[in-house]
């Protein structure tokens, strides 16, 4: 079997130290965010794109997607830290209800279930690219609630 060899246009660095990020945890935002584009789908809550031209769809899921994350982050950071804290999606699920979220249920608990669910995101020093810029190898560890 051949070797694939050293590229000579990379630019290997091999640092002192394992540069290996801890994980952390993500943000409120990126968990709405994550949540809602897993969670959430679009043509079922909006049955009436069937009917809308094709160049305007992903406008309108985008717009409906952003609408529904701006409101969870607005009631959920208002009012839902103790769930949070507790991890108790039902509860979150409720509260956004009584917030005046617009979902049907089993979505919004769903949505919420995925925002409580705890996820890090991992990045590891790989090397520097020629131009000096660093590579690294990101992950995402996600532990999904059935």
């Given at each position: 079997?051949?070797?694939?060899?050293?590229?000579?246009?990379?630019?290997?660095?091999?640092?002192?130290?394992?540069?290996?990020?801890?994980?952390?945890?993500?943000?409120?935002?990126?968990?709405?965010?994550?949540?809602?584009?897993?969670?959430?789908?679009?043509?079922?809550?909006?049955?009436?794109?069937?009917?809308?031209?094709?160049?305007?769809?992903?406008l309108l899921i985008?717009?409906?997607?952003?609408?529904?994350?701006?409101?969870?982050?607005?009631?959920?950071?208002?009012?839902?830290?103790?769930?949070?804290?507790?991890?108790?999606?039902?509860?979150?699920?409720?509260?956004?209800?009584?917030?005046?979220?617009?979902?049907?249920?089993?979505?919004?608990?769903?949505?919420?279930?995925?925002?409580?669910?705890?996820?890090?995101?991992?990045?590891?020093?790989?090397?520097?690219?020629?131009?000096?810029?660093?590579?690294?190898?990101?992950?995402?560890?996600?532990?999904?609630?059935?």
């Open positions: 079997m051949k070797s694939l060899g050293i590229r000579p246009d990379f630019c290997y660095h091999i640092p002192n130290t394992l540069n290996t990020h801890k994980p952390t945890p993500m943000t409120l935002p990126e968990k709405i965010e994550r949540a809602v584009r897993q969670a959430i789908d679009p043509m079922e809550e909006m049955p009436f794109l069937q009917d809308v031209p094709v160049e305007e769809v992903n985008d717009e409906y997607l952003a609408t529904i994350q701006a409101q969870l982050l607005e009631v959920i950071a208002t009012n839902g830290e103790m769930f949070l804290e507790a991890s108790d999606s039902a509860g979150l699920c409720a509260m956004c209800i009584a917030g005046g979220i617009d979902l049907p249920a089993d979505t919004l608990l769903r949505t919420c279930q995925l925002i409580i669910d705890e996820s890090t995101q991992m990045a590891e020093y790989v090397a520097d690219l020629p131009n000096g810029e660093p590579v690294y190898m990101v992950g995402m560890e996600i532990d999904v609630v059935a």
